[in-house]
């Protein structure tokens, strides 16, 4: 197995560039930033990497220092990691056991403080994190504090780049960019710029709850008219991180809408009922499917959608 070196910057946030040395070769399919920030201007920070081919070592060097921090791999492990806290800084070590080419999944979770710029009655959350080798598709997403608002009354001005999406559900704002098939070189930076509750006239409040609405409103309808592109999309994010075999299975609950007897994955994916059962324990205990006994010999399947499970 290879080893891989991480070293980020910050820079009033996570700042993230890095150099590989010892990992020839190694590849990012997916890279994966929620950085969700508190009131107490700390930032709760989950990175997700998804490699081309396993790792047995992970060094990442960070240039502030980390509370906190959890590790896991997805379908292998364990992921042992020590931090070493320098003066203003902290290392992660982590020894990596069981990744494969199908379970190359691993998320790393930890907590950085005052980590937000605070300007009058604005705050600025601000990140740069480079790119220090191939990324075939990164995903950058900066969730704001319960009952913040955005800055500006022109939305996307309050936050860069200007392409950026943003959704609430009513307490939170999110704000999110994609990129692919990114280079050695390119920068990923991103700014957002919030206003915590009442620092804004009530008229103004009143006006974005009322256009929050009709935007939901439009989404609502626009969903009616894109959901089955929309399914067919959250499947792939979910079979993306499955084996060929518990991929088929996925599909031919997809074929029947999401339902079946187990007796029927048995007969259309030409697997034993010892593989089937095997397989089906493995997708419920990754929290992909529901199994819902109707006697005691058969077994309903049914497939969770991407809102009900984490992959």
Not at 193 to 204: D, H, K, M, N, V
Not at 212 to 218: Q, Y
Not at 279 to 290: A, E, F, S, Y
Request: aromatic share 10%.
């Amino acid at each position: 197995m290879k080893q891989f070196k991480l070293l980020p910057l910050l820079v009033f946030a996570v700042c993230f560039a890095g150099s590989f040395g010892l990992a020839k070769g190694v590849e990012l399919e997916y890279y994966g930033i929620e950085d969700s920030i508190n009131e107490d201007l700390s930032v709760h920070n989950l990175i997700t990497l998804k490699f081309n081919s396993p790792i047995s070592h992970l060094d990442y060097q960070l240039q502030f220092k980390i509370h906190n921090l959890t590790a896991k791999g997805r379908g292998f492990g364990p992921v042992d990691c020590k931090v070493i806290d320098r003066e203003e800084t902290s290392d992660i070590f982590c020894d990596i056991a069981g990744m494969t080419r199908e379970n190359n999944l691993l998320e790393l979770s930890f907590d950085i403080r005052n980590a937000v710029e605070k300007k009058g009655d604005r705050y600025k959350f601000s990140a740069n994190y480079g790119v220090s080798l191939p990324i075939e598709r990164a995903v950058t997403t900066i969730k704001l504090p319960a009952n913040s608002i955005l800055a500006e009354e022109v939305i996307n001005q309050s936050y860069f780049p200007r392409d950026g999406k943003t959704l609430t559900d009513g307490r939170y704002i999110m704000v999110y960019w994609e990129r692919e098939n990114l280079t050695p070189g390119d920068d990923l930076q991103f700014l957002v710029e919030y206003a915590a509750p009442g620092t804004r006239e009530p008229l103004y409040n009143y006006i974005i709850v009322f256009l929050t609405l009709i935007v939901i409103i439009i989404m609502i309808g626009m969903a009616v008219y894109l959901r089955r592109g929309a399914k067919r999309k959250s499947m792939d994010v979910v079979t993306s991180v499955l084996n060929d075999d518990e991929r088929n299975i996925v599909n031919i609950l997809n074929e029947h809408e999401g339902k079946c007897f187990q007796k029927v994955l048995v007969r259309e994916s030409g697997f034993s009922k010892a593989k089937v059962s095997r397989l089906v324990k493995n997708l419920k205990g990754r929290g992909v499917i529901d199994v819902e006994p109707v006697s005691g010999r058969e077994n309903r399947i049914l497939l969770r959608t991407p809102s009900e499970k984490t992959l």
